[in-house]
C-alpha cells in the first residue's frame, strides 16, 4: 500500500533533488520545488520573495500538513548567491514549514549537504550565516569571490548549514514537536552536473576529495539515505551529519573524527586519492 505521506522536495528538477523526488513519489505525495518547467512550485530561494513564494504556496498545495521536507536546492559557482540559496535559502524554507511539519504525526526533514565540508573554508562567512546576518555573509562571499577565494563559499555555506542542522534539530521548538532533522554530505556522485564536469575535467574532480570507493559514486545510495530520513520509520534519528561519501570521511579525519574541518590543500588531497586508489579491495 503507497504511503499517505506527503513529501516536499526542493531542488526538484535536477540532481539529487529529482532523484530523490521520483523515489518518493513511489511512496506518497510529492510536491516538487525548483526553477524548472514542470515542478509544482517554482521560487528563487536566493531572495527573501522567492522563499516566502514557496513556504506560501506549499501551504495552500498542502493544507497546511507536511510529512517530510527534503531541502536539496543548492549550488556550487563561485557567486554570492551560492551563500543565498545554500544557507538562507534552506534554513527560510525548513523555518517556513516548521508548522507544517509539526501537523504530522511523523515529521522528518533532511537538508542536503557536501563532503566538502570535511575542508576548511571560510569561518568568517560560516559565522555571518550562523548569525543570521545575511546582508554581511553575502558581502563576505563578494569579497572572497574577489580575492580569488570563491570555492571556499560552497563548502562555508554547507558547513554553516550542518552547524544549524545540528542546532536546530535539539532545540525546543523542533524536538519537542517530534520533528526530526538530519544532514546528508554526499561525496561526488554521478549527477548531470558532475558527469559533466567529469568528462570534460577529470583531475578536477579528482584532486577534489578522495573517495576510497571511487568517483563518481552512484546516486541511488544517496537517495535512498534521504528517502529513509523522512520516512515514517525514521523517529528517532535526529541532529546528525551523515556523510554518504565513498569513505572520505573516513579517510580524512581517520581516527579524529571529533574534528570538524580540515587543513588539506589540493596537493594533500590529490596525494590521498592517489594512496587510496592503490589501496588493495577488502575482501
Known sequence: MPDPRTYVVTGADSGLGRAVAALLATRGR????????????????????????LVGQVRSLTGGRVDGLVAAAGAGAPRAETVALNYFGAT???????????????????VVSSSSTLNRGSGALVRACRSGDEPRALALAGRLVRTGRGSQLYRSSKAALNLWTRATAVSPSWARAGIVLNAVAPGIVATDVVTRTWERDRALLETALPQPLGAPGPVAPVADLLAFLVSRENRFMTGQVVYCDGGTDALTRGGRPQRVYLRYGVREMATMWREARRRPPTP
Not at 32 to 42: E, F, N, S
Not at 43 to 50: I, V
Request: glycine share 10%.
Open 30 to 53: 510529492v510536491i516538487t520545488c525548483g526553477l524548472a518547467d514542470g515542478v509544482d512550485v517554482r521560487a528563487d530561494l536566493t531572495t527573501a520573495e522567492g522563499r516566502a513564494d
Open 92 to 110: 527560510a524554507v525548513l523555518e517556513g514549514l516548521r508548522d507544517c511539519l509539526a501537523a504530522s504525526d511523523a515529521p522528518a526533514a533532511v
